[in-house]
Nanobody
């Protein structure tokens, strides 16, 4: 088992930046692929970004590519999501998630990730 705790959410104006952090504890951090998802009330949770175990491969949703960057520091058991040029449509609760098995056909599916954090709110206002 791995436990995940997100932090770094908050309110920011359009065009601003935020960095989310997700700290892990429990089983060996480096054995998991780590992803970020987000959810708006009433809508399904959607994929944002994921990094593989060694950080060598990263996938992004089209809506955030070139604005968001995912990174991980295995020696610190932490994964980050640097968000830049934020838009009102980025407003959501952001969740960190961990998966033991990741493929090119399942990385964007919530069912791939058995471990989730509690979420952190990001609000972008104009």
């Amino acid at each position: 088992q791995v436990q995940l705790v997100e932090s770094g959410g908050g309110s920011v104006q359009v065009g601003g930046s935020l960095r989310l952090s997700c700290a892990a504890s429990g089983r060996t951090f480096s054995t998991y692929a780590l992803g970020w998802f987000r959810q708006v009330p009433g809508l399904e949770r959607e994929f944002v970004a994921v990094t593989t175990r060694d950080g060598g491969t990263k996938y992004y949703a089209g809506s955030v590519k070139d604005r968001f960057t995912i990174s991980r520091r295995n020696h610190e058991d932490t994964v980050y999501l640097q968000m830049s040029r934020l838009k009102p449509e980025d407003t959501a609760v952001y969740f960190c998630a961990a998966a033991a098995v990741l493929t090119t056909t399942n990385y964007f599916e919530t069912d791939t990730y058995p471990h989730w954090g509690q979420g952190t709110q990001v609000t972008v206002s104009s």
